[in-house]
């Protein structure tokens, strides 16, 4: 199947959702700040649109926070749309870069990279919890009709990108023939989309309520996620029927 610039894919995919929004993304004098300052904007405008929704987040809580005056944040970004589509931008970027760095880019197996693909993706969400919990919001936004556009098409690319794996899996008999592909894609894509309402409950964990609390990382062991993901692939691979069961 082949990894070749594999997250390098789903990355293109993901911004060619709104790359007619590009006009509105940063402008230079936002590249020409020190660092230091530009990911203190970064951040504390993250968290502001993880713990409200797109409509209710506001600029001028970002910019009390960030102590800059409200004008300077239009001399960066033209308006909120264009600083939520960037932090889309930014966050996309920073998770498939890191996936993409640590994925064994020799694996054939469709479950073997599913799970790898996965655990990388889990373990960069608990160690991020901001960008993780606004990526979340960001996919299943509801509350503005044309960010919840953007959402869509971001899963359907997302989706359609993912359904050629799975036919080229079912092709190397890696996937049952008999079942549909567009359900199979569906259920993965579904299952991965939402994992992280999983984590809370098997870590017993709520997103917001960390992240009021200024806590960003859950430092939850490699060998706990890796128990979960295999089980993850066990229900992929064989479904919910016990293994032993006899036929009646």
């Known amino acids: 199947m082949g990894v070749d ?31 230091e300052k530009r990911n203190k904007i970064i951040n504390i405008s993250l ?24 004008g300077s944040m239009y001399q960066y970004f033209k308006n909120k749309k264009g600083l939520y589509l960037y932090l889309i931008d930014f966050t996309t970027n920073r998770k498939l870069s890191y996936i993409d760095r640590h994925l064994d880019s020799s694996i054939e197996n469709f479950y073997m990279l599913y799970k790898q693909i996965i655990f990388l ?42 359904k050629k794996y799975v036919i080229t899996a079912r092709e190397k008999g890696q996937i049952r023939k008999e079942v549909d592909v567009d359900l199979i894609t569906w259920i993965i894509n579904q299952i ?11 870590f017993n964990f709520n997103y917001i309520n960390l992240i009021e609390k200024g806590i960003l990382k859950l430092p939850i062991s490699d060998k706990k996620l890796e128990s979960m993901v295999d089980e993850l692939i066990e229900i992929f691979k064989h479904g919910f029927e016990p293994k032993n069961k006899t036929k009646a």
Request: net charge positive; glycine share 6%; proline share 2%.
């Open 192 to 202: 991965s989309m939402n994992l992280g309402t999983y984590m809370g409950i098997k």
């Open 47 to 70: 968290l502001e649109f993880a713990q409200h929704s797109y409509r209710a987040a506001s600029l001028s809580r970002i910019v009390e926070k960030a102590g800059i005056a409200k």
């Open 121 to 162: 993706a889990v373990k960069y969400d608990l160690g991020n919890l901001g960008k993780s919990l606004f990526t979340y919001n960001a996919l299943n936004n509801r509350s503005d009709k044309e960010m919840r556009e953007i959402a869509m098409k971001m899963k359907e690319k997302k989706r359609n990108f993912l």
């Open 5 to 35: 610039n594999f997250f390098l894919k789903i990355y293109n995919v993901t911004i060619q959702s709104y790359e007619g929004e590009n006009k509105k993304m940063p402008k230079q004098t936002f590249f020409n700040l020190p660092e």
